[in-house]
């Protein structure tokens, strides 16, 4: 499992994928760096699909980038918002975390939406650490949070 290894946008949007169990996908993706027979190929067509996903470019997903930990918020809050229409749950303040402000500025709101939907809790009480790898134990944990608020 790698539980101290960083995610990749491919591995991702697979999980993700899975999670909103693996639904028909009618097109290949406009991305030239996701080859029709990779692993995540379904996956990243079915997030772009959904808008979860923009390229890094217009033609270029990078499916093996790794993410930072407010890349996968963002993604996450957009499969929250998006897919599993939690819209009434209301950003909260980040005011108390140490860090608040190296947040950038388009992770900012899903930060404090994870944060209000308890999905993120800050490590030691004051940091979210916004720049630092998206670790998979991490990712795991949050997305076993997740699968408690949809499923509750």
Known sequence: ????????????????????GSPAVTANSSFTDVASDAYYADAV????????????????FDP??????EEFVTLLYRYC????????????????????EDIAFYAQTPFAWCVSAGIITAEDGE????????????VALMLQRLDMLVND
């Open 45 to 60: 067509s079915w997030a772009k699909s959904k808008d979860l996903v923009d390229g890094v470019s217009v033609d270029k």
């Open 1 to 20: 499992f790698d539980i101290y290894g960083t995610m990749t946008r491919g591995m991702l949007v697979t999980v993700l994928y899975r999670m909103a």
């Open 127 to 138: 940091k979210l650490r916004p720049g630092e790898d998206a670790i998979r134990g991490y």
């Open 81 to 100: 918002i998006y897919y599993c229409g939690l819209s009434d749950i209301k950003p909260g303040s980040l005011d108390n975390y140490g860090d608040a």
């Open 64 to 69: 093996n980038d790794e993410m930072t930990q």
